[in-house]
């Protein structure tokens, strides 16, 4: 993998997700398979370790907006590390193609549920601070 696009990555995956909050694993697993030839399990491990200090900083700034909900954000915390194991032994047991059809059904899925709670219940514009 080339340093320098490993670093177009990181940062365009950090951008997305400060901006989205993501984590930035919706644009570092497939920029890795896409762009950098890796494979999806590698892909899906390497974001993994890639998302632990874009969530940190994403985390530190947001608390100071006072947007994190820390009780919340515990709870997903504390579970997590058990389905976390349990996703890595079965992605590590199905064939590379299930994987990476799996992946791709979840982001449709997840763009389509957008995409319809957006048109379904339109938000009121959010306030102008630069004033």
């Not at 995956?13 to 999806?40: N, S, W």
């Not at 969530?55 to 590390?81: C, E, F, H, K, T």
């Not at 194991?85 to 079965?90: F, N, S």
């Not at 299930?98 to 982001?107: G, K, Q």
């Amino acid at each position: 993998m080339s340093s320098i696009a490993a670093a177009i990555v990181g940062f365009a995956g950090g951008m997305v997700g400060g901006l989205l909050g993501v984590g930035g694993g919706v644009l570092f697993v497939p920029a890795l398979v896409i762009f950098m030839d890796e494979t999806q399990v590698r892909a899906e491990a390497t974001s993994l370790l890639a998302i632990v200090p874009v969530a940190i900083v994403a985390v530190w700034r947001q608390q100071g907006y006072g947007n994190v909900r820390v009780r919340d954000g515990l709870m997903i915390g504390v579970l997590s590390p058990l389905g976390a194991g349990i996703g890595v032994v079965t992605a590590n047991a199905i064939p590379q193609r299930a994987l990476e059809l799996t992946f791709a059904a979840l982001a449709l899925l997840i763009a389509a549920q957008l995409v319809i709670r957006a048109i379904r219940h339109p938000r009121e514009p959010s306030p102008d601070y630069s004033d």
